[in-house]
Nanobody, 125 residues
Framework: QVQLVESGGGLVQAGGSLTLSCAAS????????MGWFRQAPGKERECVAG????????YYPNSVKGRFIISRDNAKNLVYLSMNSLKPEDTAVYYC??????????????????WGQGTQVTVSS
């Protein structure tokens, strides 16, 4: 079965950096559009990055553009999220997600078929 396993979360001071990883198994990874989402307590899950199958294009909302970078390694079935200049408002559980569809709304949770269990990121002020 398809499994997505995130790692790399933790506690970091404001202004610091953190890189999350997501290991995928049970799917042809290179055939999937990948996204990173986050969910803070009491808030809706929001997309922070998306990347196409070949990594030719990446997408970010304005809230993280210039600070977060998504990348992938299709040979290792891994997708990464490098987070820089972290702010307390970046505190959330971060999830990776996968979809085999050619989607246009990379930011929409309903576009994705598979989700990881999440990893906590806490940014202290």
């Amino acid at each position: 079965q398809v499994q997505l396993v995130e790692s790399g979360g933790g506690l970091v001071q404001a202004g610091g950096s953190l890189t999350l990883s997501c290991a995928a198994s049970g799917l042809t990874f290179s055939s999937y559009f990948m996204g990173w989402f986050r969910q803070a307590p009491g808030k809706e899950r929001e997309c922070v990055a998306g990347i196409t199958r070949s990594a030719s294009s990446t997408y970010y909302p304005n809230s993280v553009k210039g600070r977060f970078i998504i990348s992938r390694d299709n040979a290792k079935n891994l997708v990464y999220l490098s987070m820089n200049s972290l702010k307390p408002e970046d505190t959330a559980v971060y999830y990776c997600a996968a979809t085999p569809r050619h989607i246009f709304r990379y930011y929409a949770t309903e576009e994705y078929d598979y989700w990881g269990q999440g990893t906590q990121v806490t940014v202290s002020s």
